[in-house]
């Protein structure tokens, strides 16, 4: 859980949940974004890798929302882990994706930050830590 702002206009606690079913895929996760200083009127938004904007799709075990942090202050945004994610032939590499606006998600990976490496069983994105302001 981690508390985002601004991301759709509010101040929202985000809650993953990695072994979410997203339709029929089991374990795929995902993310619910849930407003805490909204009106009443404004429900709670779930997110997956079926969500618009958001790269790749939604697999079994790929655990989308295992890791949560934001980006800091200047940018507002929501950092998701998927720690089991298949890229390609390499089974559990991992993932991360991240957004400042619900609208254009952007997606890191091992394989892209390190061409060439093995990367199976990385589990890239199964932790994310939370920014910290420069003393």
């Known amino acids: 859980m981690t508390i985002v702002k601004n991301l759709h206009d509010q101040t929202s606690v ?3 949940t990695p072994g979410d079913r997203v339709g029929i895929i089991e374990k795929a996760g995902s ?3 849930v407003p805490i200083n909204a009106s009443p009127t404004l429900p709670a938004l779930r997110l997956s890798q079926y969500s618009p904007g958001i790269p ?3 697999e079994t075990d790929d655990a989308f929302g295992t ?3 934001y980006l800091p202050v200047s940018t507002e945004g929501l950092v998701v882990g998927a720690p089991h994610e298949t890229i390609g032939s390499n089974t559990w590499t991992g993932s991360v994706t991240y957004t400042r606006n619900l609208t254009t998600w952007s ?3 091992l394989a892209y930050l ?3 490496t093995s990367i199976s069983f990385a589990s890239f ?3 994310l830590a939370q920014p910290t302001t420069a003393r």
């Open 31 to 33: 993310v619910t974004l």
């Open 14 to 16: 985000a809650i993953g």
């Open 107 to 109: 997606p890191l990976s």
């Open 67 to 69: 890791a949560l942090s």
């Open 114 to 116: 390190s061409p060439g």
């Open 56 to 58: 790749d799709n939604a």
């Open 125 to 127: 994105g199964g932790v």
